[in-house]
């Protein structure tokens, strides 16, 4: 998806992954710093950590408490902090600048997807961890009417209705399962990316009946029990490819300074997961 964009925007850079152990990704992003990276993609368990690890966080950061994106900036000859692409030559001093593209990507995602309407919607939240965190939060600020959490540890739930409750007090934070139908149900936990994985939720407890729209933040496999059965109850479902591309394409923009070809990266990505 991001080389895609990179050799449409006609970039001669390299997008690459690689696998850091949690305990040494301190280090990870002062060796890219000191190879001149233009940035880094964070992935699960780094997105958390990294709060703590870079040199400056953006306000979606420090709003959403997670860093996803990484740009590297240099200071020019003025003392002003530049993205790294400014610089012919390596900056004698750089820094690395934390953003969150995540939580933005999870609203379009459900927006375009699902054509949600989530000002006053009543949401079902699988999850709490980290993916969860940030979408229970991004979902009150858009002025969610009520959001019911659901996690098999209740003090991470209970964690995020309190951190709700301090800053958008007018929205409903219930730690149990809906009595009444919902508008959408948002699963954020993993259940569904393996063979055999039970449901994200007690279907003793709560029936995908009494839900409008199901989104998935799986995207691989695109299909999980969870969006079979919600496609069987008649729910308008979508899968995570969107929150995805959009966070990708988010990234991508804050490292170049241009559009991203949204098209061109939305082909690659179901080309490299569906193999379409």
């Known amino acids: 998806m991001q080389n895609a964009g990179l050799v449409s925007l ?9 696998d850091v152990n949690p305990g040494n990704l301190r280090d990870a992003i002062n ?23 870079v040199d400056a966080l953006d306000e979606s950061a420090l709003k959403w408490g997670a860093v ?15 993205p790294m692409r400014e610089f012919g030559e390596p ?12 939580a933005d990507a999870i609203v379009q995602a459900l927006q ?10 009543r949401v079902l939240l699988l ?24 996690n098999r540890t209740p003090a991470k739930a209970e964690a995020i209705g309190r951190e709700i409750q301090e800053h958008w007090p007018a929205i409903k934070v219930t730690l149990d399962y809906p009595t009444e139908p ?29 839900a409008a729209s199901v989104y998935d933040m799986i995207y691989r496999p695109a299909e999980t029990p969870l969006l079979k059965r919600a496609k069987a109850a008649g729910c308008r479902a ?29 082909s690659a990505l179901e080309r490299n997961v569906y193999g379409t």
């Open 68 to 82: 996803n994106t990484i740009r590297f900036e240099g200071r020019d000859s003025t003392g002003a902090w530049q």
């Open 31 to 53: 060796g890219a710093k000191a190879m001149n990276f233009i940035g880094l993609n964070l992935t699960v368990p780094h997105k958390l950590l990294a709060v703590d690890m």
């Open 182 to 210: 919902v508008d959408l149900v948002l699963n954020a936990t993993s259940a569904g990316l393996r063979e055999g994985d039970p449901l994200p939720f007690d279907l003793s407890r709560f029936s995908l009946e009494r």
């Open 112 to 121: 375009e997807d699902l054509g949600a309407q989530l000002a006053g919607a």
């Open 10 to 18: 006609a970039l001669n850079w390299r997008y690459l992954a690689f």
């Open 91 to 102: 900056s004698s001093e750089i820094r690395a600048h934390g953003f969150n593209t995540d």
């Open 238 to 266: 979508a899968n995570g490819l969107g929150m995805l591309l959009y966070q990708g394409a988010k990234a991508l923009e804050l490292w170049t300074g241009q559009k991203a070809p949204l098209q061109i990266m939305r």
């Open 127 to 150: 999850g709490a961890g980290g993916a969860g965190r940030t979408a229970a939060l991004r979902l009150a600020s858009e002025k969610v009417k009520e959001l019911f959490l659901i």
